[in-house]
Every structure is written in structure tokens, then in C-alpha cells.
């Protein structure tokens, strides 16, 4: 079994910083990609940022310059520093990992429960 654990998210004022972290733990062979998606109210889900094995990363053009991902493949961690927070970057943040799980070797996708990110105006 595979367990992606969020944290980090919380109320700030908007032009502050906050920091995701997640951690994913369990029966993985390897991890491919890893990245962060968004969800506000009454919207879909969306990709925020992604990052490969080897630190190739992509974003959404909303977060281009104001947020960086960033991974620790030896401890199965990704971050996502956000600076220039907007009240429109208000959701919940996902974490994915893109992975090999070791019981059946399938690659599939795998989420996190989500954290809160609410900025104020």
C-alpha cells in the first residue's frame, strides 16, 4: 500500500508564502513523477506543477515565477514553495506521485487527502 501524507497549508494574506510538503511512503519501487494539483470550490481539479525523477519540472501559467517544486527522490518528498500568494490561489492542494508499486509492479497514479491553502484579500 502507498500513502501520500500532505502538509502545509494554511490562511495567509495575500503577497505571502506559504510551503507544501509531501511525503510518500509504503510499498514503492520508484516514483516517476510527483507533482501538485488544485481543486477551489466549484471548480475542476488542476494542474499546478510536476516535477520527473530528473528535476524536470512544468507549471500552470497562474504560478509561473511565483511558485517552485521540488523534490528529494532519496526521501520520496516533494515541495512546492508558493510566494506571491493571490486570493485566486485559494484550494486544496493535492499531492500525486506517478509510480511503480512493488506488489504488482503496475505504474499508476497515486493522491494525497489534500490540504487547505486560503488567501486573503
Known amino acids: 500500500q502507498v500513502q501520500l501524507v500532505e502538509s502545509g497549508g494554511d490562511l495567509v494574506q495575500s503577497g505571502g508564502s506559504l510551503r507544501l510538503s509531501c511525503a510518500a511512503s509504503g510499498s514503492i519501487f520508484r516514483i516517476y513523477t510527483m507533482g501538485w494539483y488544485r481543486q477551489a470550490t466549484g471548480k475542476q481539479r488542476e494542474l499546478v506543477a510536476t516535477?520527473?525523477?530528473?528535476?524536470?519540472?512544468n507549471y500552470a501559467d497562474s504560478v509561473k515565477g511565483r511558485f517552485t517544486i521540488s523534490r528529494d527522490n532519496a526521501k520520496n518528498t516533494v515541495w512546492l514553495q508558493m510566494n506571491s500568494l493571490k486570493p485566486e490561489d485559494t484550494a486544496v492542494y493535492y499531492c500525486?506521485?506517478?509510480?511503480?508499486?512493488?506488489?504488482?509492479?503496475?505504474?499508476?497514479?497515486?493522491w494525497g487527502q489534500g490540504t487547505q491553502v486560503t488567501v486573503s484579500s
Open positions: 516535477i520527473t525523477s530528473a528535476a524536470s519540472t
Open positions: 500525486n506521485a506517478y509510480l511503480t508499486d512493488y506488489r504488482d509492479y503496475y505504474r499508476r497514479d497515486y
